[in-house]
Nanobody, 122 residues
Framework: QVQLVESGGGKVQPGGSLRLSCAAS?????????MGWYRQAPGKERELVAA???????NYADSVKGRFTVSRDNAKNTVYLQMNNLKPEDTAVYYC???????????????WGQGTLVTVSS
């Protein structure tokens, strides 16, 4: 039905920048509500990086405040994560997440992207 497709990951040096994108597509009957980004580094638990509500309210992990910016384009059902001044500890697989509602079957959904790898190293 609805898929979240991520892009923008890659390898950068410390201090570099990347912009991740996550687009929801596949159905006009799925309402996308809050969206966010999680990450998981090897040997660590998945953690919330940033989230944004449909109204634009944002929340960030303390470790990325001032460096990352989450935004969204509701017309495109797309969420972005601008990552500046990247540090080695930011290395992880980043997963897009969305809270959604199926307006045909009247049910809430949790959607996940396939993950995109961000590697920060010299």
């Amino acid at each position: 039905q609805v898929q979240l497709v991520e892009s923008g990951g890659g390898k950068v040096q410390p201090g570099g920048s990347l912009r991740l994108s996550c687009a929801a597509s596949g159905s006009g009957f799925i309402r996308i509500d809050a969206m966010g980004w999680y990450r998981q580094a090897p040997g660590k638990e998945r953690e919330l990086v940033a989230a944004i509500t449909a109204g634009g309210t944002t929340n960030y992990a303390d470790s990325v405040k001032g460096r990352f910016t989450v935004s969204r384009d509701n017309a495109k059902n797309t969420v972005y994560l601008q990552m500046n001044n990247l540090k080695p500890e930011d290395t992880a697989v980043y997963y897009c997440n969305a809270d959604a509602y199926d307006q045909v079957q009247y049910r809430s959904l949790q959607l996940w992207g396939q993950g995109t790898l961000v590697t920060v190293s010299s």
